[in-house]
């Protein structure tokens, strides 16, 4: 075997690594399912993956020759270049990832870490000031952050985002919004207006304890969040639509 050979297929297998670390950690750890759907992250995955596994060393192979003059500058500039776009990509993957669910006694909504606003945020719980680099945690608004007028979620149309949400400053422990979230969520009945009726059993049925549901906005798809109304509890975030 050729040392272009030996090299590109080095390559290739430390990128594919690397690739596999990246997705164990976008998919398992910033975007859970269906999270990632409902970021709309895995496009954004793929051209990682192209710029990490494809690109990179497919350079390598084209540019490499034994005896050339500057063959270690050239592949030292692919390899360089190659980890600063793979490092931007991941960057901006880790920077768009789930920080918060908040819920404002209208409905879940899916906050990004990039869309966090910092102002007063030193007035914050110290729970709420720094969010995890691991899954998004279930949060609930303040009851003095939600407009008086705001009136329980129109099951037809999608609500517009209450402005609370993006500000750790108004947050508050999940567990004490178990009234508000009792009486937002909506009989499972109602999903088979949005849903197929075969689908909704199906996803359902697989959380027993759920009996109930709220609405979840995400940037790209909007799902639902399965409640357990007595207990006042989120059971599972589910790929089913609230609305039409």
């Not at 297998?13 to 999270?35: D, E, H, N």
């Not at 705001?150 to 609370?164: E, F, G, R, V």
């Not at 909007?222 to 599972?236: A, C, F, P, S």
Request: aromatic share 12%; hydrophobic share 50%; net charge positive.
């Amino acid at each position: 075997m050729s040392k272009r050979i030996q090299f590109f297929l080095g390559h290739l297998s430390v990128s594919m690594v690397v690739a596999l670390f990246a997705l164990c950690i976008i998919f398992f750890v910033w975007y859970p399912t269906p999270l990632d759907k409902a970021l709309g992250v895995t496009h954004l995955f793929l051209m990682l993956l192209a710029i990490d596994v494809v690109i990179g060393p497919l350079f390598s192979l084209l540019i490499y020759k034994e005896g050339k003059k500057t063959l270690k500058f050239d592949l030292s500039f692919i390899i360089i270049l190659q980890i600063c776009a793979f490092s931007y990509g991941f960057y901006t993957l880790a920077q768009g990832r789930p920080a918060w669910i908040v819920f404002d006694s209208l409905n879940f909504t899916v906050v990004k870490n990039s869309d966090i606003e910092t102002k007063n945020i030193d007035q914050a719980n110290i729970e709420f000031q720094q969010p995890s680099w691991f899954k998004p945690a279930f949060v609930a608004t303040q009851v003095s952050s939600v407009p008086v007028q705001k009136t329980l979620l129109n099951s037809t149309t999608k609500p517009q985002a209450d402005s609370a949400i993006r500000y750790p400053a108004y947050y508050q422990n999940i567990k004490d919004a178990k009234m508000r979230m009792q009486l937002s969520a909506l009989p499972l009945s109602l999903l088979e207006q949005f849903n197929n009726n075969i689908m909704v059993n199906k996803v359902v049925g697989k959380y027993p304890q759920a009996n109930a549901w709220i609405a979840l906005s995400g940037p790209v798809q909007d799902m639902v969040v399965l409640i357990d109304k007595e207990k006042g509890e989120v059971v599972k975030i589910v790929d089913l639509r609230p609305w039409q």
